[in-house]
Nanobody
Framework: QVRLVESGGELVQPGGSLRLSCAAS????????MGWYRQAPGKQRELVAS???????NYADSVKGRFTISRDNAKNTVYLQMSSLKPEDTAVYYC??????????????WGQGTQVTVSS
């Protein structure tokens, strides 16, 4: 059984910063890509950022230069450092990970989501 648990979402003023964390637990052999998606009310879920096991990163154009994704492989944890937050960043943020639970079994897992609200 594998779980992804996010934390760090809260209400923040425009221009502020937040750091989201997502820890994977359970039977984990190894983890490939990890990432963050977000879904705003009435909109489709969209990719925010992703990071490979080797540290290669990819960002949505809307967050480039403001958000930084990182991971701690020893802790099976991915982070999203968000700065210069805008009201349009308001959304539920979900983490996801490609996890090998056995050398021959891989699955895509999602966290339950954490709410980020940017408002004055």
């Amino acid at each position: 059984q594998v779980r992804l648990v996010e934390s760090g979402g809260e209400l923040v003023q425009p221009g502020g910063s937040l750091r989201l964390s997502c820890a994977a637990s359970g039977t984990i052999f190894s983890i490939n890509n990890m990432g963050w998606y977000r879904q705003a009310p009435g909109k489709q879920r969209e990719l925010v950022a992703s990071i490979t096991s080797g540290g290669y990163t990819n960002y949505a154009d809307s967050v480039k230069g403001r958000f930084t994704i990182s991971r701690d492989n020893a802790k099976n944890t991915v982070y999203l450092q968000m700065s210069s937050l805008k009201p349009e960043d308001t959304a539920v943020y979900y983490c996801t990970a490609q996890i090998w639970t056995l050398p021959t079994r891989r699955g895509d897992y999602w966290g339950q989501g954490t709410q980020v609200t940017v408002s004055s």
